[in-house]
């Protein structure tokens, strides 16, 4: 098993720049590790895990099709974000923090009124991966199939044409319904909370309070004209990985075509006490013309979970449609 050198970026901040590239460019071998069991003598998973790497999940451009990252720029990355940390500027959500250190642009990617600042942000963890996808080995998205690049053209020309007939017409997560399955946005809102009993694991994602249940027992599957948000999951041990398979994903919270054939297997193993390795492959013939494989890292938290609250869809989505009431009025008195 190999594992990956993750530093939160306080951590660092403390560290020579000599000692950097050994411990921030360089893989943690150690087979003989075990995690504890659980008194069903499962391998211990529970606990509270973070998703905050700043990794991105399709390898740029700039760096080919070079794995790993070297020290020089490990250090350069250290230097960078703790620049943008300190900043207290507009807040930098998910992969917008790697453009920003390497564009020097530290301006907000929202395009839309306000923003969150940085205070909003949890403190983001360095590691020496250039993508989160292993596989295709170049670290890209497969092909799209020109299914699938068709129907991207004609969804995004009605939502030009279309941006709030109702709020039907905006996203799930702007309604503040649902954030997908599995959410994988790091950074904000990004822990998980994992449960273990004999015949079930739950998953408790902080986003939208989501809840997976999953049953570790042998279950029929469901039938297939039953579709749920976070589709219907079956999880099994392979060794001290936790196996999950999820299927039945409702086309709603997860759109694409032919999403009755995609599949999710989402991979779980503890290689450390304080990192969680989890893998997602990706079968989606509907969308892409190959699976794809991503490996985050997930880190311990001693911090519990809150509640979440998404405050936004009480009053935003009123805002949002009467405001494209006015403009549709404007337009229609100048014409």
């Excluded at 250039?130 to 199939?145: C, E, N, W």
């Excluded at 039907?168 to 009993?197: A, F, K, M, T």
């Amino acid at each position: 098993m190999i594992r990956y050198s993750t530093k939160p970026i306080s951590a660092i901040l403390f560290l020579s720049l000599f000692a950097l590239p050994f411990l921030l460019n360089s893989t943690l071998a150690d087979d003989s590790w075990e995690p504890g069991r659980t008194i069903d003598d499962q391998p211990d998973l529970q606990g509270v895990w973070a998703n905050n790497a700043i990794t991105p999940v399709e390898r740029p451009a700039m760096f080919d099709e070079r794995e790993y990252l070297t020290g020089e720029e490990m250090q350069f990355l250290e230097r960078r974000m703790s620049e943008i940390t300190a900043s207290g500027g507009d807040a930098l959500f998910g992969e917008s923090v790697l453009d920003a250190v390497f564009s020097g642009d530290v301006s907000s990617r929202d395009t839309q009124t306000g923003n969150y600042d940085q205070q909003w942000m949890v403190e983001r963890t360095l590691d020496n991966r250039t993508s989160q996808i292993i596989d295709p080995s170049d670290g890209r998205f497969p092909a799209r199939t020109v299914a699938a690049a068709a129907h991207d053209r004609e969804l995004a020309g009605y939502r030009a044409e279309h941006p709030a007939d109702s709020w039907l017409d905006r996203s799930l997560s702007e309604r503040c319904v649902h954030r997908g399955v599995p959410n994988l946005r790091p950074g904000y809102n990004s822990y998980w909370q994992i449960v273990q009993s004999d015949n079930y694991v739950t998953i408790i994602q902080e986003m939208f309070h989501d809840v997976r249940v999953i049953p570790l027992t042998t279950m029929p599957n469901l039938h297939e004209d039953i579709r749920l948000w976070n589709g219907s999951s079956r999880g099994y041990w392979e060794g001290n990985t936790l196996v999950i398979d999820t299927q039945n994903i409702n086309e709603k919270s997860d759109p694409g075509l032919d999403t009755q054939a995609r599949v999710y297997q989402e991979r779980l193993t503890r290689v450390s006490e304080t990192e969680l390795q989890y893998d997602f492959i990706v079968h989606d013939p509907g969308t892409f013309t190959d699976d794809y494989t991503r490996r985050l890292i997930f880190g311990y938290s001693e911090d519990k979970i809150y509640e979440y609250a998404c405050h936004e869809g009480n009053y935003g989505m009123m805002n949002i449609l009467s405001g494209h009431r006015i403009e549709e009025a404007r337009l229609a008195d100048n014409d």
